[in-house]
């Protein structure tokens, strides 16, 4: 399982939210590339950025903080947040992005998601996010009326091969994550699933690495010093 340190962006800054809730923003670190280099330096694989400013107002808000850590941490990067046509997801993924979730897009205009993939592949990812089993939209503002599993057999019809799946009551609590959400989403689709949401500790890593999940997302429980990044990414391997 891959371990994939979050860095959440608003107002150029590195936050995180409780239950997705904007007005309980915290900053938690200073600057955005130095973040990305401690992530580095604990061997870290893979990042994971949302842009949540971008999500809410639907256009990248935050790109140019993303693009400085493609240009000097040189590690993979996913993003998501505010990406919601064709050519936004070619310039990122131009400009070095390794993978690009689409979330409200995803939900709102399926044709969109059906062309990525057709064009970029794996290289595409579905943010679902879900609040009482229903899919949430526009920086999780709006609760669907669409149960998540029924969305993610969509997702895979349409070729999607990774979802980042959080449960938003869980998000930001540390609480420990939706182990049976998580469960039933990696059984009902053949997609690697990223589980997201109120990861605590070390133990709840081991747990949702010996459901067979593909990768985990981690970051007030990093930022808080809950989980040692370093530790997590040798046991999870």
Not at 132 to 146: F, P
Not at 212 to 223: F, L, Q, R, S, W
Request: glycine residues 10%; negative net charge.
């Amino acid at each position: 399982m891959i371990i994939l340190p979050a860095i959440d962006l608003k107002d150029g800054k590195c936050v995180r939210l409780y239950q997705g809730k904007m007005d309980s923003s915290e900053v938690v670190a200073k600057d955005v590339v130095e973040t990305a280099l401690e992530f580095k330096a604990c061997k870290a694989e893979y990042i994971h950025m949302v842009d949540l400013d971008g999500a809410v107002k639907g256009s990248m808000k935050n790109i140019d903080k993303i693009l400085d850590v493609i240009d000097k941490v040189k590690l993979p990067i996913e993003v998501g947040g505010g990406i919601r046509d064709m050519e936004k997801i070619d310039y990122l993924i131009t400009r070095g992005i390794s993978r690009v979730i689409l979330g409200t897009a995803a939900l709102n205009n399926p044709n969109l998601v059906t062309e990525a993939v057709k064009k970029h592949g794996e290289k595409i990812a579905v943010g679902i996010d879900a609040k009482d089993e229903k899919v949430a939209v526009d920086g999780w503002m709006n609760i669907s009326s669409i149960d998540y599993i029924d969305f993610a057999k969509e997702m895979e019809k349409i070729g999607v091969k990774t979802i980042i799946f959080t449960d938003i009551s869980k998000d930001g609590t540390l609480q420990g994550p939706n182990l049976e959400q998580l469960g039933k989403i990696q059984n009902s689709v053949s997609c690697n699933i990223i589980a997201s949401g109120g990861i605590k500790s070390i133990e709840d890593l081991k747990i949702i690495n010996e459901m067979g999940i593909y990768g985990a997302i981690t970051g007030k429980a990093i930022y808080s010093g809950s989980i040692d990044l370093e530790e997590a990414i040798k046991i999870c391997k």
